[in-house]
């Protein structure tokens, strides 16, 4: 019944740079659910019957969402038509011991591209005036005019790739990831997984401000096709550097004083 929507998710993954992650969300997730495999055969079977309400609505909704073609919308009908399944024929004991996995398939699922826009441009202002104040900082004659930024010998462009928006969900995936395998309280895994948008942030500024002074000083352009999708790539990797030594530091915190 839902082979169109894992069909047309499939194309979207390969062709977004965005949700690539996409790929591995249910091999993860049925990773996860074998990990638990012991513990969910422990399970007394209790079934609830507002699981199958669930189910139904969730039924309806997706049929809704195919017809006025709104993919978002169906993609997200299918996991809560299998929420609705799983605690209707298991109940609230297993559903609570398959929240994380559950709630991991959303992930997967592209945001809408009226949200997206409505982030993007935020973003790209905040990196262009925090960027470009660091440069003033350093006594470079810039200039800012929204998006665009204005050197004596070069004008550059904060673009999309440069607001942070399109390695945003990537982090945010990782982030919740490494915080659901490597610590135990839930505050800690909800700090670092909140944590990759500052972050994301702080890498597109740092990034902005090295092609800034690439420019100023030496003339070379950060933005060329090639070298620009190198230099994004280091960034990612400095974004997921940062991530890490955070999650280190949280680990710290979270490992229990009788265990040291």
């Excluded at 017809?67 to 024929?89: E, N, P, V």
């Excluded at 006594?139 to 945003?168: F, K, M, W, Y």
Aim: net charge neutral; with cysteine; proline share 3%.
């Amino acid at each position: 019944m839902f082979f169109p929507v894992l069909n047309g998710l499939w194309s979207f993954w390969s062709s977004s740079d965005e949700y690539s992650h996409g790929f591995f969300i249910i091999p993860v997730v049925l990773y996860i659910c074998w990990q638990k495999k012991q513990v969910l055969e422990q399970i007394f079977i209790r079934h609830s019957w507002l699981g199958l309400i669930g189910f139904v609505f969730a039924l309806l909704l997706y049929i809704g969402s195919k017809y006025a073609g709104i993919a978002t919308i169906a993609a997200t009908s299918m996991i809560f038509c299998l929420i609705g399944l799983i605690l209707f024929l298991y109940g609230w004991e297993m559903m609570k011991e398959l929240a994380f996995p559950l709630f991991f398939l959303f992930f997967m699922i592209p945001v809408p591209g009226q949200i997206y826009s409505s982030l993007t441009v935020p973003l790209q202002l905040i990196v262009s005036e925090l960027s470009v104040s660091l440069a003033s900082s350093f006594g470079l004659a810039i200039l800012r005019e929204g998006n665009i930024i204005h050197l004596p010998d070069q004008t550059l462009q904060v673009v999309q790739a440069c607001s942070g928006i399109r390695s945003l969900m990537s982090l945010l995936t990782l982030s919740l990831l490494m915080g659901y395998f490597s610590l135990r309280k839930n505050i800690f895994r909800f700090a670092l997984f909140v944590s990759a948008v500052p972050i994301a942030i702080i890498v597109n500024i740092v990034r902005v401000f090295i092609m800034i002074i690439a420019s100023y000083y030496f003339q070379y352009d950060l933005a060329a096709d090639s070298v620009h999708t190198i230099y994004g790539v280091v960034i990612f990797f400095l974004a997921l550097a940062m991530i890490f030594v955070f999650q280190k530091v949280l680990q710290i915190w979270d490992t229990p004083i009788n265990s040291k």
